[in-house]
């Protein structure tokens, strides 16, 4: 009995080491609050729950532990469903989802900080600096080789260098990426 005991304990001390975290989630609410105290910019994960692409991006791409590892480092990680009932107050003004209708199956309304957002397609990733204001929005799946690029031009503030065509080109002709 005693060895069993230590050896579940054993298990539940080391275990922690060995598990891979996912992406530590927050609400858009909380991402701001957090800037206030640690300013650091925000990578909003915008999706529906119908979006079979969005579950792909989930599973595929923010499951992978490069991105992982990086996005907890970098970003303040938001989950926002965009046609969820989540009230976000964001640049003074409190946005809602007022048409969302409970229990409709498949497409919903659109919530209004999407809306405001521009948001046309899912799953869409929004970049925000550190003190809230939008970066950029990237549209569509996106594999981790893909999305690499825009974690790290976005987190060292290579985007501001990047105002042509041609220095985006040249940027992504030179970029090394390191994520498997």
């Known amino acids: 009995m005693k060895k069993n005991t230590l050896i579940i304990i054993l298990i539940l001390l080391i275990s922690p080491l060995y598990a891979q975290d996912g992406i530590r ?5 909380e991402a701001l609050e957090a800037q206030k105290e640690a300013p650091k910019k925000i990578l909003m994960d915008v999706y529906t729950s119908w979006c079979g692409p969005c579950k792909l991006l989930d599973k595929n791409t923010f499951g992978n532990k490069d991105v992982i590892k990086y996005v907890n480092k970098n970003y303040y990680p938001v989950k926002f469903n965009a046609e969820g ?12 989802n007022p048409n969302y209708q409970e229990g409709r199956k498949g497409r919903n309304s659109q919530h209004l900080l999407a809306h405001a957002l521009k948001i046309t397609g899912y799953p869409t990733i929004v970049f925000f600096k550190e003190n809230g204001d939008l970066i950029q929005p990237v549209v569509g799946y996106k594999t981790p080789e893909q999305i690499e690029i825009f ?12 105002t042509t065509g041609e220095a985006w080109q040249e940027y992504q002709n030179n970029f090394k990426g390191s994520f498997k």
């Open 25 to 29: 989630w927050m609400s858009m609410n």
């Open 85 to 96: 009932t989540e009230s976000v107050t964001y640049q003074d003004f409190t946005y809602t």
């Open 151 to 162: 974690l790290k031009m976005i987190a060292n503030d290579d985007y501001l260098k990047l």
